[in-house]
T-cell receptor, first 111, second 113 residues
Framework: QQQVKQSPQSLIVQKGGISIINCAYE??????FPWYQQFPGKGPALLIA?????SEKKEGRFTISFNKSAKQFSLHIMDSQPGDSATYFC??????????FGKGTRLSVIA | EPEVTQTPSHQVTQMGQEVILRCVPI?????FYWYRQILGQKVEFLVS????????KSEIFDDQFSVERPDGSNFTLKIRSTKLEDSAMYFC???????????FGPGTRLTVL
Protein backbone atom coordinates (compact mmCIF):
# COMPACT_ATOMS: atom_id res chain seq x y z
CA GLN A 1 0.00 0.00 0.00
CA GLN A 2 2.85 2.34 0.83
CA GLN A 3 5.02 1.34 -2.11
CA VAL A 4 5.89 3.46 -5.08
CA LYS A 5 6.99 1.35 -8.02
CA GLN A 6 9.43 2.96 -10.43
CA SER A 7 10.63 1.87 -13.85
CA PRO A 8 12.91 1.42 -15.64
CA GLN A 9 15.80 0.70 -13.32
CA SER A 10 18.22 2.20 -15.82
CA LEU A 11 17.86 4.19 -19.00
CA ILE A 12 20.22 5.19 -21.76
CA VAL A 13 19.16 8.06 -23.98
CA GLN A 14 20.86 9.83 -26.85
CA LYS A 15 21.63 13.50 -26.39
CA GLY A 16 18.64 15.51 -27.55
CA GLY A 17 16.25 12.63 -26.99
CA ILE A 18 13.35 12.29 -24.56
CA SER A 19 13.86 10.47 -21.27
CA ILE A 20 10.74 8.95 -19.75
CA ILE A 21 10.56 7.48 -16.26
CA ASN A 22 7.38 6.00 -14.84
CA CYS A 23 6.01 5.52 -11.35
CA ALA A 24 2.91 3.85 -9.98
CA TYR A 25 1.37 3.98 -6.54
CA GLU A 26 -1.43 2.22 -4.68
CA UNK A 27 -2.24 4.49 -1.77
CA UNK A 28 -5.04 6.78 -2.95
CA UNK A 29 -4.36 9.08 0.00
CA UNK A 30 -1.10 10.21 -1.61
CA UNK A 31 -1.50 13.78 -2.80
CA UNK A 32 2.00 15.07 -3.34
CA PHE A 33 4.28 13.60 -5.99
CA PRO A 34 7.81 14.99 -6.29
CA TRP A 35 10.69 13.92 -8.46
CA TYR A 36 14.21 14.11 -7.05
CA GLN A 37 17.49 14.17 -8.94
CA GLN A 38 20.58 12.73 -7.29
CA PHE A 39 24.16 12.98 -8.45
CA PRO A 40 26.78 10.58 -7.06
CA GLY A 41 27.81 11.51 -3.53
CA LYS A 42 25.10 14.13 -3.20
CA GLY A 43 21.73 14.31 -1.52
CA PRO A 44 18.48 14.18 -3.49
CA ALA A 45 17.46 17.55 -4.91
CA LEU A 46 13.87 18.39 -5.78
CA LEU A 47 13.39 18.66 -9.50
CA ILE A 48 9.67 19.12 -9.94
CA ALA A 49 6.52 18.15 -8.07
CA UNK A 50 2.82 17.81 -8.80
CA UNK A 51 -0.41 17.54 -6.84
CA UNK A 52 -3.38 15.52 -8.14
CA UNK A 53 -5.52 18.52 -9.03
CA UNK A 54 -3.60 18.89 -12.31
CA SER A 55 -2.68 16.34 -14.96
CA GLU A 56 0.53 17.92 -16.13
CA LYS A 57 3.18 20.30 -14.89
CA LYS A 58 6.04 21.64 -16.95
CA GLU A 59 9.19 23.40 -15.79
CA GLY A 60 11.67 24.03 -18.54
CA ARG A 61 12.68 20.71 -20.08
CA PHE A 62 11.04 18.71 -17.30
CA THR A 63 7.39 17.65 -17.37
CA ILE A 64 5.37 15.55 -14.95
CA SER A 65 2.34 13.79 -16.35
CA PHE A 66 -0.15 12.57 -13.77
CA ASN A 67 -2.94 10.04 -14.28
CA LYS A 68 -5.06 9.91 -11.16
CA SER A 69 -7.37 7.13 -12.32
CA ALA A 70 -4.45 4.88 -13.24
CA LYS A 71 -2.48 5.94 -10.16
CA GLN A 72 0.54 6.63 -12.29
CA PHE A 73 2.83 9.56 -12.88
CA SER A 74 5.82 10.04 -15.10
CA LEU A 75 8.76 12.33 -15.65
CA HIS A 76 9.64 13.44 -19.15
CA ILE A 77 12.99 15.09 -19.82
CA MET A 78 12.95 16.79 -23.20
CA ASP A 79 16.14 17.45 -25.16
CA SER A 80 18.12 15.30 -22.70
CA GLN A 81 21.68 16.45 -22.07
CA PRO A 82 24.76 14.66 -20.72
CA GLY A 83 24.46 16.87 -17.61
CA ASP A 84 21.10 15.23 -16.92
CA SER A 85 22.88 11.94 -16.26
CA ALA A 86 21.95 11.14 -12.68
CA THR A 87 19.66 8.93 -10.64
CA TYR A 88 16.05 10.03 -10.54
CA PHE A 89 13.65 9.11 -7.76
CA CYS A 90 9.93 9.54 -7.73
CA UNK A 91 8.26 9.87 -4.36
CA UNK A 92 4.84 10.33 -2.83
CA UNK A 93 3.34 11.49 0.42
CA UNK A 94 0.06 12.56 1.97
CA UNK A 95 -0.69 15.10 4.63
CA UNK A 96 2.13 15.13 7.15
CA UNK A 97 3.47 11.71 6.26
CA UNK A 98 7.09 11.32 5.16
CA UNK A 99 8.10 10.74 1.57
CA UNK A 100 7.92 7.24 0.16
CA PHE A 101 10.54 6.86 -2.55
CA GLY A 102 10.68 4.68 -5.62
CA LYS A 103 13.79 2.57 -6.19
CA GLY A 104 15.34 5.04 -8.59
CA THR A 105 16.26 5.18 -12.26
CA ARG A 106 19.84 5.63 -13.34
CA LEU A 107 19.78 7.82 -16.44
CA SER A 108 22.73 8.02 -18.79
CA VAL A 109 22.60 10.54 -21.61
CA ILE A 110 25.18 9.77 -24.26
CA ALA A 111 26.44 12.12 -26.95
CA GLU B 1 20.47 30.19 -0.83
CA PRO B 2 20.00 28.47 2.53
CA GLU B 3 20.85 24.80 2.64
CA VAL B 4 20.85 21.83 4.96
CA THR B 5 24.32 20.87 6.12
CA GLN B 6 25.50 17.58 7.56
CA THR B 7 28.64 16.49 9.38
CA PRO B 8 30.73 14.49 9.07
CA SER B 9 30.65 13.70 5.37
CA HIS B 10 32.10 10.26 6.07
CA GLN B 11 32.21 8.31 9.32
CA VAL B 12 33.99 5.01 9.75
CA THR B 13 33.31 3.08 12.94
CA GLN B 14 33.73 -0.33 14.45
CA MET B 15 30.72 -2.57 14.96
CA GLY B 16 29.20 -1.99 18.38
CA GLN B 17 30.37 1.60 18.65
CA GLU B 18 28.08 4.58 19.03
CA VAL B 19 27.91 7.21 16.33
CA ILE B 20 26.26 10.61 16.21
CA LEU B 21 25.39 12.14 12.88
CA ARG B 22 24.80 15.85 12.86
CA CYS B 23 22.57 18.05 10.75
CA VAL B 24 21.88 21.74 10.65
CA PRO B 25 18.48 22.25 9.01
CA ILE B 26 17.46 25.46 7.29
CA UNK B 27 16.92 28.03 9.99
CA UNK B 28 13.20 28.77 9.68
CA UNK B 29 12.18 25.17 9.06
CA UNK B 30 10.03 23.35 11.57
CA UNK B 31 9.91 19.74 10.37
CA PHE B 32 12.99 17.56 10.35
CA TYR B 33 13.62 14.12 8.94
CA TRP B 34 16.26 11.43 8.73
CA TYR B 35 16.42 9.05 5.78
CA ARG B 36 18.97 6.44 4.85
CA GLN B 37 20.09 4.99 1.54
CA ILE B 38 21.94 1.72 1.40
CA LEU B 39 24.35 1.71 -1.54
CA GLY B 40 22.49 1.37 -4.82
CA GLN B 41 19.08 1.19 -3.17
CA LYS B 42 16.21 3.57 -2.62
CA VAL B 43 15.97 6.28 -0.01
CA GLU B 44 14.16 5.00 3.09
CA PHE B 45 12.46 7.05 5.79
CA LEU B 46 13.73 6.68 9.33
CA VAL B 47 12.11 9.32 11.51
CA SER B 48 10.40 12.69 11.48
CA UNK B 49 10.61 15.29 14.22
CA UNK B 50 8.42 18.26 14.99
CA UNK B 51 7.93 20.47 18.00
CA UNK B 52 10.75 18.73 19.85
CA UNK B 53 9.35 15.26 19.57
CA UNK B 54 9.22 12.36 17.17
CA UNK B 55 6.12 12.61 15.01
CA UNK B 56 6.61 9.40 13.05
CA LYS B 57 9.15 6.61 12.75
CA SER B 58 9.64 3.61 10.51
CA GLU B 59 10.30 -0.01 11.38
CA ILE B 60 13.98 0.62 10.74
CA PHE B 61 14.11 3.14 13.59
CA ASP B 62 14.42 0.69 16.45
CA ASP B 63 15.70 1.17 20.00
CA GLN B 64 19.27 1.55 18.73
CA PHE B 65 18.35 4.86 17.13
CA SER B 66 17.53 8.15 18.75
CA VAL B 67 17.16 11.74 17.60
CA GLU B 68 17.64 14.98 19.39
CA ARG B 69 17.51 18.68 18.76
CA PRO B 70 19.89 19.78 21.51
CA ASP B 71 19.80 23.45 20.63
CA GLY B 72 18.10 25.77 18.20
CA SER B 73 20.12 24.67 15.20
CA ASN B 74 21.41 21.10 15.38
CA PHE B 75 19.43 17.95 14.73
CA THR B 76 21.24 14.73 15.55
CA LEU B 77 20.81 11.04 14.85
CA LYS B 78 22.46 8.67 17.29
CA ILE B 79 23.03 4.99 16.67
CA ARG B 80 23.88 3.39 20.00
CA SER B 81 25.54 0.16 18.94
CA THR B 82 26.25 0.08 15.23
CA LYS B 83 25.82 -3.04 13.16
CA LEU B 84 27.33 -3.90 9.81
CA GLU B 85 23.96 -3.39 8.15
CA ASP B 86 23.84 0.20 9.38
CA SER B 87 26.38 1.06 6.70
CA ALA B 88 24.59 3.52 4.42
CA MET B 89 24.24 7.14 3.43
CA TYR B 90 22.21 9.04 5.98
CA PHE B 91 20.35 12.10 4.79
CA CYS B 92 18.79 14.80 6.87
CA UNK B 93 16.00 16.91 5.42
CA UNK B 94 13.78 19.70 6.58
CA UNK B 95 10.83 21.76 5.51
CA UNK B 96 9.04 24.78 6.80
CA UNK B 97 5.56 23.49 6.27
CA UNK B 98 4.60 19.85 6.42
CA UNK B 99 3.57 18.35 3.12
CA UNK B 100 5.81 20.66 1.19
CA UNK B 101 9.20 20.51 -0.45
CA UNK B 102 11.81 18.80 1.68
CA UNK B 103 15.35 20.07 1.37
CA PHE B 104 17.97 17.38 1.70
CA GLY B 105 21.48 17.69 3.05
CA PRO B 106 24.47 16.19 1.25
CA GLY B 107 24.46 13.13 3.48
CA THR B 108 26.84 11.32 5.79
CA ARG B 109 28.34 8.10 4.55
CA LEU B 110 28.50 5.71 7.50
CA THR B 111 30.78 2.71 7.17
CA VAL B 112 30.60 0.09 9.92
CA LEU B 113 33.52 -2.35 9.97
Amino acid sequence: QQQVKQSPQSLIVQKGGISIINCAYENTAFDYFPWYQQFPGKGPALLIAIRPDVSEKKEGRFTISFNKSAKQFSLHIMDSQPGDSATYFCAASSGNTPLVFGKGTRLSVIA
Amino acid sequence: EPEVTQTPSHQVTQMGQEVILRCVPISNHLYFYWYRQILGQKVEFLVSFYNNEISEKSEIFDDQFSVERPDGSNFTLKIRSTKLEDSAMYFCSSNRVAHNEQFFGPGTRLTVL
